[in-house]
């Protein structure tokens, strides 16, 4: 870095060093808005005999 005259160098700590909150929910809404448009939805194939045995336990 290449200072003149009386410039100083200041570091940029307006960008945060993890995400925050807000970006946990603007990820978790946009996902939520791309699997709705989605044609073919994944499915878990369980049915409910199948998962009653597993929530009692």
């Known amino acids: 870095?290449?200072?003149?005259?009386n410039a100083t160098a200041t570091p940029k700590s307006n960008t945060p060093?993890?995400?925050g909150v807000f970006d946990f929910f603007v990820n978790l809404i946009a996902g939520l808005v791309a699997y709705a448009f989605r044609e073919?939805?994944?499915?878990?194939?369980i049915?409910?005999?199948?998962?009653?045995?597993?929530?009692?336990m």
């Open 17 to 19: 060093a993890k995400p």
């Open 40 to 45: 073919k939805k994944p499915l878990l194939n």
């Open 1 to 5: 870095m290449v200072l003149s005259g």
């Open 47 to 56: 049915r409910l005999s199948q998962a009653l045995p597993v929530v009692l």
